[in-house]
């Protein structure tokens, strides 16, 4: 994309207050026929190591209208890392993030860990992990784009999640208020303490950034949040905590725009980075929960906002 088509994309995007005949036309061009069950984001495919171009444009189409799609394919408990890497690049996801518990492959192994550094982190235990996007930790130059969740093993009891499009809790909060927008866009609303090593060293920086942001190059709507009450701090006006609030209302539902699923072995979730969860789980001596993450700086080719200006 031009220089020019970049900016073009930036400053005419339905996500700056300012465009509000072009937020009304996104709006109802994105609500039109939106997904009412759980069982429309759900494509069945074969591998997704070898996707035919049908299971391709079946996950594109329902990923450029909600961001997210559910894979059900016929690998069954096969672990081979490549099943999710090769889902990320059939979208141009390359960029993975390779946080430091990640595994050699680049992904990450959702699994109960009783040793180690993984175990005092909660993504490694079976504990209920509330509403968030993945990395919104991360500094502004490494922000995660797309998150994809692949199931070779789950709990026997638990481990659901509920799942809801960023950009449709962006539509409710504007709807309802566009100032709860103009809010959770500023720069410093969010703060993520630095997290500390034994040592009293800086294991990683504190970041202050927005909730919601566009993203300078294509126009897209980027959303860094979790809901929990501990290591954030909120900017402490009235008024960003009243739009947090209603967020947070929203989330708690009941909403027509809040799916809730479990994947079973051999699905993912495919998505750009959408608000989830996870419910508490528990693991059996014969069966243990195992879930491969990956995360990329990418956002998934061919759902960006500006895709006709590529």
């Known amino acids: 994309m031009s220089a020019e088509n970049k900016a073009d994309s930036y400053h005419k995007t339905p996500f700056k207050l300012e465009n509000k005949e072009l937020y009304k036309q996104w709006r109802e061009k994105k609500l039109d026929n939106y997904p009412k069950e759980l069982s429309d984001l759900v494509v069945e495919i074969d591998d997704p190591r070898n996707l035919s171009k049908s299971e391709h444009q079946k996950i594109l189409t329902i990923c450029q209208q909600t961001n997210m799609v559910l894979y059900a394919a016929k690998t069954g ?9 090769s889902m990320g690049k059939s979208f141009g996801c390359y960029e993975l ?3 430091w518990l990640a595994d050699e492959s ?6 109960v860990s009783e040793d180690g550094a993984r175990k005092n982190f909660i993504p490694y235990g079976n504990k209920a992990i509330n509403w968030h996007t993945d990395g919104y930790y991360n500094p502004q130059d490494k922000q995660i784009h797309a998150l994809n969740l692949h199931c070779v093993m789950p709990a026997p009891v638990g481990g659901e999640n509920q799942l809801m499009d960023h950009e449709v809790a962006y539509i409710l909060l504007r709807d309802e208020n566009p100032d709860y927008i103009r809010a959770l866009m500023a720069d410093d609303v969010m703060t993520i303490p630095a997290r500390m090593k034994k040592d009293g060293t800086i294991a990683r920086a504190e970041e202050v950034g927005p909730v919601f942001s566009v993203v300078p190059e294509t126009g897209d709507l980027h959303m860094r949040y979790t809901i929990r009450k501990k290591h954030v701090v909120w900017k402490n006006d ?4 009243e739009a ?4 947070e209302s929203i989330l708690e539902g009941p909403s027509a725009y809040i799916f809730k699923g479990k994947l079973e072995s051999g699905m993912g979730l495919i998505s750009n980075n959408i608000l989830h969860d996870r419910s508490a789980f528990e693991d059996s001596d014969t069966q243990k929960r195992l879930i491969y993450r990956s995360r990329f700086y990418d956002r998934l080719a061919g759902t960006s906002i500006s895709r006709d200006n590529a």
Do not use: K, M, V, Y
């Not at 408990?77 to 099943?83: K, L």
């Not at 009235?238 to 905590?241: D, E, Q, R, V």
């Not at 947090?244 to 967020?247: C, D, E, F, I, S």
């Open 97 to 99: 993030d390779h946080n």
């Open 238 to 241: 009235s008024f960003t905590l």
């Open 77 to 85: 408990n096969d672990a081979d890392p490549e099943i999710p890497l």
């Open 244 to 247: 947090l609030q209603r967020l």
């Open 106 to 111: 680049g992904l990450t192994s959702l699994t």
